[in-house]
């Protein structure tokens, strides 16, 4: 196995697996933008004490880890490593999969499904071989159609196998309102689900800031309300955000890579923190067999309760459609 210098920190504190007590493993398959910018943000925040990069490019995945690792003296990770070889995922508590087609400019999110699920049906097995017992967290796109199509390859328990969703898109949701409204992004609560992509649904009718309903949220910054036409505008921004920054810098990373290490750090630490992740539905509001993005509790056991939030009566038929798109592709590509 060829892997890159693992360098130790001198300090800090560290998340270990409660159910053994052995210190936390994250592995991160694909080197690319996101899986490299994901490794960075574990090791900033401390995430993991182990942190490991697998790509089946071996210079640039080793170059990416030691990178990193010359850092390890300025933040709280004990040590961070690279290599071609599957084994250096061995034994890991989370293996988060970022390897998949790359989205190119004016490219839907479903355009990359064939592609993307033909890589999973290569990695997974030896993955499997090498980390069985880990929570595993699907980041490559189109997410909900290569989560499900994932879980069917691997024949994982449904908790221990989801997507990373809309945590992302949500964070967007949250971000634009802040700006509306001059409130800081931690006291806003609403949620973006369904599809990963065109399709999702903003679930404005539970949306609130501080407790008060956004629908009762008086005059915003600009002198107006959150009237319908403020509200599509702002879920049109949301949509088009990763098509924008896709355009401009070729991927999307940061906001990625840090909403990921916040999943990461739910499961490992057992937070039963409640995020828009993309888990495998059974009759949430009428919808099965399909994996996408709604509102779950996310712990040490992967996705736990998927929470049965009120929907108006057009969000749900929105979030039928949009489980129907996913399962078409998913269908077409033979699960």
């Not at 990359?112 to 997974?124: F, R, S």
């Not at 071989?129 to 699907?138: G, M, S, T």
């Not at 915003?220 to 990763?242: E, L, M, N």
Request: hydrophobic content about 40%; overall charge negative.
């Amino acid at each position: 196995m060829s892997e890159a210098p693992i360098t130790n920190a001198a300090e800090g504190s560290y998340p270990t697996k409660p159910r053994s007590g052995h210190p936390s493993k994250v592995a991160i398959i694909g080197a690319g933008a996101v899986g490299s910018t994901l490794a960075y943000a574990c090791v900033m925040k401390g995430v993991a004490r182990e942190v490991v990069l697998q790509d089946i490019a071996k210079e640039k995945v080793e170059a990416e880890a030691l990178d990193i690792a010359h850092g390890i003296q300025f933040t709280p990770a004990a040590s961070v490593a690279g290599s071609d070889d599957v084994e250096i995922c061995r034994d890991a508590d989370v293996v988060v999969i970022t390897a998949g087609a790359k989205q190119k400019p004016g490219q839907s999110r479903l355009d990359l499904a064939g592609a993307t699920v033909g890589i999973m049906e290569k990695i997974l097995p030896n993955l499997l071989k090498v980390a069985p017992n880990a929570v595993y967290i699907l980041v490559a796109n189109p997410v909900d159609v290569v989560t499900y199509c994932s879980l069917k390859i691997s024949g994982l328990p449904e908790n221990q196998m989801f997507g990373s969703g809309t945590v992302l898109d949500t964070s967007r949701l949250r971000y634009l309102v802040s700006l509306e409204t001059g409130t800081a992004v931690q006291n806003i609560h609403g949620y973006i689900a369904g599809e990963h992509g065109d399709s999702e649904v903003p679930l404005w009718s539970s949306a609130q800031i501080g407790g008060v309903p956004l629908q009762h949220w008086g005059p915003t910054i600009d002198g107006g309300f959150f009237d319908q036409a403020k509200r599509d505008r702002i879920a049109h921004d949301v949509v088009r955000s990763a098509y924008r920054i896709i355009e401009g810098k070729g991927a999307t990373n940061y906001a990625v890579g840090l909403a990921v290490s916040r999943i990461i750090g739910a499961v490992l630490n057992d937070e039963e923190r409640v995020l828009t992740v993309s888990p495998l539905l059974d009759q949430w509001h009428g919808i099965s067999d399909v994996c996408m993005a709604v509102p779950t509790i996310v712990g040490r056991e992967g996705a736990g309760r998927r929470l049965d939030l009120p929907l108006t009566l057009d969000e749900r038929d929105r979030l039928t459609a949009s489980a129907e798109r996913l399962r078409s592709v998913a269908r077409g590509l033979g699960y």
